[in-house]
């Protein structure tokens, strides 16, 4: 990559992340990157065709203004084009903004182009069963689910006439409504699981992959720092009843989730999950597919700047 391209700049904006502050964010990075290039998303997955683009285009930085969704979208559409050297910065500005928890984001964007500041991360990639039976991939810089949330993600994320109606009206109360309506018919759910090759049966609620500590926007499992270098956290959330399950989310809301009988967390290389009826995968907020599903390391890192 040429010096001139190294210092080409363009941001990905998700106009529609956090609480709808897409203009503000264009204003301050005319007034704060004014060199950058400012490119916004239109629709669900267009920010993996931006990343592509920007790749394609010769850009040295390429910047994600948005939630951890936005990141991802950008993130994946760098990796396809093979754009590991190019430098990926985030702009925190979504709801939960999980990947930049830990680390202190610049109070003027300009840090962004600071070198100093850069980060060597590990990306997560993920293959799943798409609905049509193909299987898909996908790469992830915060985690997935697979259990309880993802099948509440799942319901959230239907276009229902209910859905449309309390989603239009208030967002939290529409996730609500969606936690609610899963829990009072949740099971818990049998499972082929294999840690690292080594097979297991588990009742589980949910199953977590982590490449960050935190989920939903700062919550934990009890451990406040990520895996090693080359591993994944698998978090086995181990089969409760509904009143159970009240109970341990209470505790994870109140970050006192360290020593609950029914977390179980391993560091591991790669995570294979199965059932006898297809669960949905969850990565990175977004509903991917369904099982079977496999997780591991990407091999090569992506430079990060927060």
Known sequence: MAADEQDRVVCVVNPSSGVRRGRTTEQRIAAELPDA???????????????????????????AVG???TLSEVANGMLAAGGEKVRLGYVPAGTCNDFARGRRPVAHLGGLLDRTRDQQTDVGTVTFTRPDGTRGHRYFL???????????????????????????????????????????????????????GEPSHRIITNLAVLKVPYFAGGLTFGRPRPARAGHLDAVRVAGVGRVGVVGLMWRVFR????????????????????????LPVEVDGEIVGSTPAEFSVHPSCLTTVV
């Not at 998303?41 to 920010?47: E, K, N, S, V």
């Open 37 to 63: 290039q400012c490119w916004v998303t239109r629709y669900p997955g267009h920010g993996i065709a931006l990343g592509r683009q920007a790749v394609e285009d010769g850009y040295g930085t390429v910047v």
């Open 255 to 278: 970050g006192a989730a360290a020593g609950h009988p029914a977390i179980h967390l391993q560091e591991v290389r790669t995570v294979r999950v199965d059932a006898d009826r297809p």
């Open 67 to 69: 939630g951890d969704g």
């Open 142 to 196: 915060v985690g997935g689910t697979v259990g309880l949330i993802s099948v509440i993600g799942q319901r959230f994320t239907e276009k229902t006439p209910v859905n449309r109606v309390l989603k239009r009206l208030h967002l939290p109360l529409a996730e609500t409504a969606s936690s609610l309506r899963t829990l009072a018919r949740w099971r818990p759910v049998a499972v082929r699981l294999e840690l690292d």
